[in-house]
């Protein structure tokens, strides 16, 4: 394994390790995501919206 032999890892099983806490990490941040969109979608259900004509300086106007 090209983790092990470089160094950045000291055996299979911490490569395993780190990409296991990787996927859970990963798995954490998409569900927070997945929550945010459903409070929009909520949002935009009752009718707390917002029309937007020209979306890049609407964002521009929002610091992106």
């Keep these: 394994m090209k983790k092990v ?16 806490s990787d996927m859970l990490q990963q ?8 929550s945010k969109i459903q409070e929009g979608l909520d949002e935009l259900d009752a009718g707390l919206g917002i029309e937007v004509e020209n979306i890049e300086a609407w964002l521009d106007s929002l610091g992106r």
């Excluded at 798995?27 to 997945?34: M, R």
């Design 5 to 20: 032999g470089s160094g950045a890892f000291s055996d299979r099983s911490a490569v395993i390790q780190s990409a296991l």
């Design 27 to 34: 798995e954490t941040q998409l569900t927070a995501l997945k």
